[in-house]
Structure formats: structure tokens, C-alpha cells
């Protein structure tokens, strides 16, 4: 039940993503985490206010190269895996 709020911005000058978490209020979980193929996003994050569970970015064209500027959302979808 609970929500979180996200933004994504595109780095130009190192041909990356960049995921950023806020809880309901605004207040910042995780900022500026650079979106790669099979590292687990909120795996180090401890925070309370974090959902259970680790975001995992994966390749569904299994070429396993990170999102390039048109791929996320397509050919790279983030997928969430609960620890409850």
C-alpha cells in the first residue's frame, strides 16, 4: 500500500540512466543511481521508509548491454522483487 515517486534522467556526457526514489512526500530514498544491466538497485539502501525488496534492471533483448537513451521502458525494464 505503500507509493513511491520516481525520476529518471538520461546523463548525456557518460550514455547513462540515473533512477531517483521519493517516498509519498518527496523526501529522497535513493538519488542519482546509475541504471545497470544486473546490479540490484536499493541493495545497499537500509532506510525505513525504502519498499522491501531490490529493483533489478534486465535486458529483455538479452543483448545485456545497459539502457541506451531509447531503450528504457522498451528493450531494459526495471523489475521489482519483494522481500516480504
Known sequence: GDQFRFAFNWNVRDQHWYMSMFDSAGSPIEQGVKIVIGEIIL???????????????????????????????SRVVLVFTDLT
Open 43 to 73: 541493495n545497499r539502501n537500509r532506510s525505513q521508509i525504502r519498499p522491501r525488496g531490490w529493483i533489478i534492471p534486465l535486458d529483455r533483448g538479452g543483448t545485456n548491454l545497459d539502457p541506451g537513451r531509447f531503450d528504457l521502458g
